[in-house]
């Protein structure tokens, strides 16, 4: 008996090898990814997603550094900045002050070459990119049609949401759900060695597109998609001559889903504290850095321009609209991370944001630019307790 149930064993043992073989090699990147979650859950995350393809800058704009002497923010100020962002686990803290670096603070392992994930501050790069086709003449108008630029909707339904729907977080697609079963279209679309399919297969959802704010990660993956196509170039190509070049700082990666593959860019391009620290001075400078025109001045006017159906989201970027009206700041998860105990001390902040307070705040008023990296999952994600507006707030205080 006893070898008979022991033959089972060995057939079965036999069988479920052979099945995950079949599984694996049909997908190798989906469950590799798969096994690597519980590792974050264990063991902390990687900062440097793999695969990725390379993004290159060339270092000729370096940030100028205040002197002590030089210095624009109390010393208190910029204390209690670098403190707030070490009581919260961040990996770094860069302030900036009329163009020079005010506080430049790093956690323990990381340091200025260190590259982080930006998680969603990548769909505000993605904007940027879509002002830059327009102003070549590669796309027509925001107000163009997905199905222009995605030909696999040319005919479809989901093919007359338009770009400006996508950009503003109202496209009226569903919504994939957080799961871990890697067998659901809500894990692959992120996670598989192929997302492209999965993104598309994406429905629509029971409204009208351009009725609501819906915030939803496949927006930006479909603006990924729109650029690739009448740019001829690859997502990565275009972004390096086109922002991060002109930037003149460091080199970034981009997240494929495979080698050679999709980009994922609703979140997790991989770059310095300083390079977000350069994306926001272009900003604050209305489109142009290191002496050259990046982007066009109305098209940064046009992305911090609260939308008809959220006046706390513009194109791809959060603004920080006087009243708690941020559908997420009573959300009850630290990950959400959009609460304040008081108001921006000015009403023209705007900022780019990712899951666990990344953040590149922008303060026109106050020539203010705050970066903020840290963790975002594994097992120390953002403390609970994060205050959006304490970093703006206090710095804008500390202004001698």
């Known amino acids: 008996m006893w070898v008979r149930r022991f033959r089972l064993f060995i057939l079965l043992l036999i069988a479920i090898g052979v099945a ?58 910029l204390t209690a900045l670098n403190n707030y962002a070490a009581s919260f686990d961040s990996y770094a803290l860069v302030v900036l002050h009329k163009g020079k670096i005010q506080t430049e603070w790093y956690a323990p392992g990381f340091n200025q070459e260190s590259l982080t994930q930006s998680q969603s501050m990548h769909k505000t790069v993605v904007a940027i990119l ?52 890697p067998f659901a279209d809500d894990f692959r679309w992120l996670y598989s060695g192929d997302t492209q399919q999965y993104v598309l297969k994406t429905p629509l959802a029971d409204w009208q597109p351009g009725s609501r704010f819906d915030y939803n990660n496949i927006n930006a993956e479909l603006l990924g998609t729109v650029l690739e196509q009448p740019t001829g170039r690859r997502y990565a190509e275009y972004l390096e001559e086109k922002l991060w070049r002109p930037l003149g700082g460091e080199d970034a990666r981009v997240w494929l889903d495979s080698e050679f593959g999709n980009p994922i860019t609703s979140c997790c391009l991989m770059a310095t504290a300083r390079d977000w620290a350069r994306v926001g001075q272009m900003m604050l400078n209305r489109g142009q850095i290191n002496g050259k025109r990046v982007v066009s001045e109305s098209w940064v006017a046009r992305m911090i321009e609260p939308s008809p159906v959220s006046k706390w989201y513009g194109l791809q970027t959060w603004l920080a609209y006087e009243q708690d009206i941020n559908p997420r700041f009573n959300n009850p998860t630290a990950m959400s991370a959009y609460s304040r105990r008081e108001p921006f001390l000015a009403a023209d902040v705007y900022y780019l944001s990712g899951r666990g307070a990344q953040r590149v705040y922008v303060v026109p008023s106050h020539e203010l630019v705050i970066v903020r990296l840290g963790p975002a999952l594994g097992p120390n994600p953002l403390k609970p307790g994060w205050d959006n507006a304490f970093l703006v707030n206090s710095a804008i205080s500390g202004i001698k």
């Not at 519980?38 to 100028?64: H, K, N, R, W």
């Not at 879509?130 to 003449?137: F, L, R, S, V």
């Not at 696999?152 to 799961?179: C, H, K, V």
């Open 20 to 77: 995950w073989n079949i599984l694996y090699f049909q997908d190798p990147w989906l469950w590799r990814r798969f096994t690597s979650m519980f590792t974050y859950m264990v063991g902390g995350q990687s900062q440097v997603l793999s695969p990725s393809e390379p993004v290159a800058s060339d270092g000729t704009y370096i940030l100028d550094v205040a002197d002590p002497e030089e210095q624009t923010i109390e010393p208190l100020a």
């Open 130 to 181: 879509i002002g830059k086709a327009i102003e070549e003449g590669l796309i027509e108008s925001i107000d163009d049609p997905v199905g222009r630029y995605v030909k696999e909707w040319e005919n479809d339904p989901r093919g007359n949401i338009t770009l400006y729907e996508l950009l503003i977080m109202s496209s009226g697609l569903a919504q994939y759900d957080f799961t871990l079963n």
